[in-house]
């Protein structure tokens, strides 16, 4: 999420909207408005949104046949504002996808609260994915980084024709925790400690040196490199996707 959380606000009511987008921005929300299905669809295609507002009656679509397509771009939390009082479309919406519902006429500070608390319980939900995430990461003896598998229990790591890389002890202990920490900026301590393999003679400029070496290896030879990536300063970050294999 980014610092200031953005709100898409989906309804075609210009006081609505304007009443709405005020309020939310007071309290510290980027609204941005989408007023039909089509202007919706280019929104999503732009931006990601924290939290999306959907209004159910647009003037080119039905906002609950909209959740399934919303759905198909996010995962973000979905509240429902309507005007409409039937239980049914509450049930069915919720069912679709929504998150939540909200009754017109719209009382701010429960819109402000319901926004807070979706965001609040999604931050919480990615949290807790991360982290199972990275536990099975961590437990896993074969991981997959880009086109590449590192098998801890070999030491190596493989391309996709199963050809090994050659790494050595410390070059296969240094890809490993760039591979544990995949998007995270390590600086040359934290992969010194690492790489030292119980030997205490490592130094930065071996770090840069082993670095070097892996790139090589893996075939991470582009100008500037694409998987290991340089932070002037600082240190190293693999950029790649990773996954945990059976």
Not at 123 to 129: R, V
Not at 164 to 187: G, H, P, Q, W, Y
């Amino acid at each position: 999420m980014s610092a200031k959380p953005i709100i898409l606000l989906v309804e075609d009511s210009k006081l609505v909207n304007e009443t709405v987008t005020g309020n939310l921005t007071d309290e510290g929300y980027e609204v941005v408005s989408a007023g039909t299905a089509k202007e919706l669809a280019e929104k999503l295609a732009s931006i990601k949104p924290d939290t999306i507002l959907l209004d159910l009656v647009l003037p080119d679509g039905d906002g609950l046949s909209l959740i399934k397509s919303i759905r198909e771009h996010t995962d973000v939390p979905v509240i429902i504002i309507s005007g409409k009082s039937d239980m049914v479309d509450k049930v069915v919406g919720l069912e679709m996808g929504a998150d939540d519902y909200i009754g017109k006429p719209l009382q701010m500070k429960e819109v402000a609260a319901r926004v807070k608390a979706q965001l609040r319980r999604y931050k919480s939900m990615n949290a807790e994915n991360k982290a199972a995430a990275k536990s099975k990461k961590n437990e896993a003896i074969r991981i997959k980084f880009g086109e590449w598998i590192l098998d801890r229990e070999r030491f190596q790591a493989y391309d996709p024709k199963g050809e090994s890389a050659n790494l050595t002890v410390k070059e296969f202990r240094l890809l490993e925790t760039l591979v544990l920490d995949a998007n995270r900026v390590l600086s040359r301590g934290q992969l010194l400690n690492r790489a030292r393999a119980g030997e205490y003679n490592t130094t930065d400029r071996a770090i840069d040196v082993q670095i070097l070496r892996i790139r090589k290896k893996i075939g991470d030879t582009a100008d500037p490199p694409q998987a290991i990536q340089a932070i002037r300063g600082v240190g190293y970050t693999l950029a790649a996707v990773t996954e945990a294999l059976k």
